[in-house]
């Protein structure tokens, strides 16, 4: 007899793919949390099903250990897309589909992840169980993911603070449909344009003004919740660029759909604000600026190689140029180089030496020469993952690290003995700053330097996106009811 209680499996899977990042991406990229560890790292949404009176069926969670990374290998996806497949009940003793994903996973020979995940999903629940995700902003919807599932939840902040929210909201929506036996359906609308993340934050008025939509469109009848979906810049796929999405009944469907016309139109209309803040400048106006700036503590993104955006994190260009003009009381968090991590540990703390400092596994990345530099500390396995080295040259502090790290909050630098108090100006590898490192700026500089996740995305050859697009190109007829569905 089929449970009383309505069973909502849950399960999640995220990565958001560079795919200009050319280090492929392997299981060993991923922290794979067992069902018991997954209920506890969602307690938001694991709270929301079972106070909606539901049970939850736990799977797995794999995230991806820097959330943004290359390509995923074929193998590695099929080994964690099968191990979540299989814990979706065949005995129909399944009343709904929780899913946490990114929408911008890329996988050799597949493409979208998330698509080809949530469509065997689908076929494994057969047409009538309803599948809620949680996305996010920088997801790049397909029609695939679209037509599988039947509520789709985005984030509606970038940084994003809204993540525990936005999973909440997907947890009490499938519910909701799994008790009163409604299957919602997706409506999408696309604009044709695509933009770096650092072009569309939420203290933008442009994106203010999106966000004011979603809040229009969620007070229709019928609708469950819409959102918005900027992409993902750095993919080189068709279905890539910007995305109105709204999961609700078919009630008023024709009304809908004269909404989200008009809705895309004025995102349309709107393209030339998408652009870069004022702090973002060439790398050695950038330095100069940041090294200048009266503020205390100063954040310097080095935007090209954003180990956030997928970037591979191994270029020293920001450091050679930061040697050359002999800068002081600067941080440099991190370079991503295990060959000179191992040789520090040969060498032993306190230690001088020579070396060859980043360039080890992107071709285009910049290797410095690093000379009389002090190791200040060594460290193992940091945050469980990581061997590391804290060296100094002058006035410039580096941290190496073994493994690809990001650094975006005040703990990331303590983990390695390094106080943000001790210099005036930190460089990161990121676009935008992250909440735990804007909360310690006094002031901050993007530099728009080269890589796999440049900004001026101009640059970029690709060869899969749909054309035209802005801004590569501009001033083109824009139907969207022609891209409706
Ligand atoms: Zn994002």
Not at 186 to 200: D, F, K
Request: charged share 20%; with cysteine.
């Amino acid at each position: 007899m089929k449970n009383q209680r309505k069973r909502i499996l849950m399960a999640g899977f995220h990565l958001e793919s560079n795919t200009s990042n050319p280090v492929p991406v392997t299981e060993a990229d991923f922290r794979i949390l067992s069902p018991s560890e997954l209920l506890l790292h969602f307690p938001d949404a694991v709270s929301a099903i079972t106070n909606a009176g539901c049970e939850v069926l736990p799977s797995i969670y794999a995230e991806s250990l820097c959330v943004a990374a290359g390509v995923l290998e074929l193998a590695s996806y099929r080994s964690i897309a099968e191990r979540i497949i299989a814990d979706v009940p065949l005995d129909g003793n399944v009343d709904g589909v929780w899913l946490y994903l990114h929408g911008s996973m890329q996988v050799e020979f597949i493409g979208s992840g998330e698509a080809f995940l949530v469509s065997a999903i689908r076929e494994r629940v057969g047409p009538s169980i309803p599948i809620a995700v949680a996305m996010d902003f920088h997801g790049n919807m397909s029609h695939t993911l679209a037509r599988c599932a039947n509520i789709i939840v985005g984030y509606r902040t970038a940084p994003h603070t809204d993540i525990a929210q936005t999973q909440q909201i997907a947890a009490e929506l499938v519910c909701r449909a799994a008790k009163d036996d409604i299957l919602p359906q997706n409506t999408l609308v696309r604009v044709p344009m695509l933009q770096p993340g650092e072009a569309a934050t939420t203290d933008m008025p442009h994106v203010r003004r999106i966000m004011e939509m979603l809040d229009a469109l969620d007070r229709r009848d019928g609708v469950w919740r819409s959102s918005y979906f900027t992409g993902m810049s750095w993919i080189d796929c068709p279905h890539n660029g910007s995305t109105l999405v709204v999961s609700g009944t078919g009630q008023n469907r024709s009304d809908l759909e004269a909404a989200l016309i008009q809705n895309a139109q004025e995102i349309w209309e709107m393209r030339h604000a998408f652009c870069l803040s004022d702090n973002s400048l060439p790398p050695e106006e950038a330095i100069r600026k940041a090294l200048s700036s009266p503020g205390k503590t100063v954040l310097l993104s080095d935007s090209g190689d954003n180990v956030t955006a997928g970037a591979v994190g191994d270029n020293a260009l920001m450091l050679g140029l930061l040697l050359r003009v002999a800068a002081e009381h600067t941080l440099v968090a991190g370079i991503w180089d295990e060959a000179a991590v191992n040789l520090c540990a040969e060498a032993g703390d306190g230690a001088e030496l020579t070396l060859y400092l980043g360039g080890r596994h992107d071709r285009n990345s910049q290797s410095v020469l690093l000379e009389n530099a002090r190791i200040l500390s060594l460290h193992r396995d940091v945050q469980g993952r990581a061997d590391g080295v804290v060296l100094r040259t002058g006035g410039i502090t580096v941290i190496v690290n073994s493994v690809r790290c990001s650094f975006t909050g005040e703990q990331d630098l303590i983990d390695y003995g390094v106080s943000y108090h001790d210099y005036h100006v930190i460089v990161v590898k990121l676009g935008y700053l992250f909440p735990g490192l804007s909360a310690i700026a006094d002031d901050s500089y993007i530099a728009l330097t080269e890589g796999n996740a440049m900004l001026t995305i101009g640059k970029f050859l690709y060869r899969n996106q749909r054309r035209p697009l802005y801004p590569f190109e501009d001033d083109f007829p824009y139907d969207a009811k022609s891209t409706l569905w």
